[in-house]
């Protein structure tokens, strides 16, 4: 095509000009004697002549291979990895002991949806798509249908706890039954819950039951996740924001408990967290280092909480505040730092806290590599001496 061109422009140039007459040519002869319009001429023939030049041979570049690039800075990833990622390289051999995965356990066809199972270096499974490699596990022991009657009363914003007529209390109906067998205890809290669907759902399906699980209350279709945790064994509880140092620009939401608040602003506030959802044994702190300092507020909080037969368990960082209708706090929160050799350590250490007092409590967020280090952790404890218990087993009332 180019040659083409090329040949036709060279024929065209190359052609004779038509004879003008030398009548016609003389004005311009003259004028051309003149040295400004000589010199005007020139450049006009200067730029004519590099014109006809690239227009008979062509760019001299416009053969060579050229190319564009948009150039973008590398945004660092600030996500935790997700299970599969966490967990799906060797080097690893904290759980090599773990075996091949039931595929009755994973669903019809050993996945859900009909994906593709891939098998990883220590034996475990990872449904192609999924962040996730732990099994999912059959339902165990589904706890009773929310809310039991005589448990809860009408409030402004929906059913509220309370002690029944006959003695009984939330801090017992809702929790997990549990006996223990004579071995050092550990329980574990998995919170964050309820905001991510998937996360959500691996909690439930994939930990075993005995770990109890903490729901968001701002989270949309609240009752039902906890009805589905529930049906899978797991006695769950709501998480109360409570102020944090930085507050407002470290904002836990509009019904935060507030250090300044007194105890009507706690009541008013509580009515509205504790009315999200019903079949919780008990609450939990979410943030809440300033709110802590309170003793108006605090006092408010356990007075009530103690009323509505509730238990409170906080991730350690109120530890010396009593009251509710039942206690416990946290020895330790397992992924500060969250990477699976970090959590594992922190497993360790709750596994050596748990056979130096008999008992220990942990808690974690809802990370997938959280998830999915806590659902391989559990499957060793029998074998290591130790019993996985519900948080609630962990709870002690105050004066026993």
């Known amino acids: ?46 730029i004519g002549a590099a014109a006809l030049f690239v227009a008979v041979l062509g760019d001299p570049r416009a053969g060579a291979p050229t190319a564009s690039a948009v150039l973008e800075r590398p945004v660092a990833a600030d996500t935790a990895p997700t299970g599969a ?12 002991d773990l075996g091949p995965i039931d595929p009755a356990l994973m669903g019809e066809g050993g996945a859900a949806g009909g994906e593709a199972l891939i ?48 003695g ?13 067998n004579g071995k050092p205890m550990v329980a574990l809290v998995v919170g ?41 064994g797991h006695e769950v509880m709501i998480e109360l924001p409570m102020e944090p140092t930085g507050y407002p620009d470290n904002d836990p939401g509009p019904y935060t408990l507030l250090s300044s608040g007194g105890a009507d602003d706690v009541a008013v506030k509580l009515d509205w967290l504790l009315a999200r959802a019903t079949g919780y044994f008990g609450v939990t702190n979410y943030l809440g280092d300033r709110f802590a300092t309170s003793d108006e507020g605090v006092s408010a909080l356990m007075i009530n909480l103690r009323q509505r037969g509730l238990a409170f368990l906080d991730d350690g960082s109120m530890r010396r505040r ?8 946290a020895d330790r929160v397992v992924d500060e730092e969250q990477t699976p050799a970090a959590i594992l350590r922190q497993f360790n250490a709750l596994e050596a806290a748990a056979k130096t007092n008999g008992a220990a409590l942990g808690t974690g967020f809802s990370y997938p590599v959280t998830v999915e280090a806590a659902a391989r952790w559990t499957a060793g404890l ?15 009332r105050p004066g026993r």
């Not at 990622?85 to 090599?96: K, V």
């Not at 009593?322 to 706090?329: Q, W």
């Open 85 to 96: 990622e966490a967990f799906g390289f060797s080097g690893l051999d904290i759980y090599q």
């Open 119 to 166: 098998t990883l270096p220590d034996g475990a499974s990872v449904a192609s798509g999924q962040g996730f490699s732990a099994p999912v596990r059959a339902p165990s022991n589904p706890l009773p249908k929310a809310p039991i009657a005589g448990l809860f009363q009408p409030g402004p914003n929906g059913p509220l706890p309370r002690i029944a007529a006959d």
């Open 322 to 329: 009593p009251g509710a209708f039942a206690r416990a706090s």
């Open 1 to 46: 095509m180019f040659a083409k061109r090329q040949s036709a422009l060279a024929a065209a140039a190359g052609a004779p000009p038509e004879p003008r007459s030398r009548v016609a040519m003389e004005p311009v002869l003259n004028a051309l004697k003149k040295p400004p319009v000589a010199a005007g001429a020139a450049g006009v023939f200067v």
């Open 168 to 180: 009984r209390v939330p801090a017992q109906a809702y929790a997990r039954p549990f006996r223990s």
């Open 382 to 396: 029998e074998a290591r001496g130790l019993q996985l218990a519900p948080a609630s087993a962990m709870t002690r």
């Open 192 to 232: 964050g819950l309820g905001l991510n669907s998937a996360t959500t759902r691996a909690a439930i399906e994939r930990l075993p039951a005995e770990v109890t699980l903490s729901f968001v209350p701002y989270a949309e279709g609240l009752q039902t996740w906890i009805d589905m945790a529930r049906a899978h």
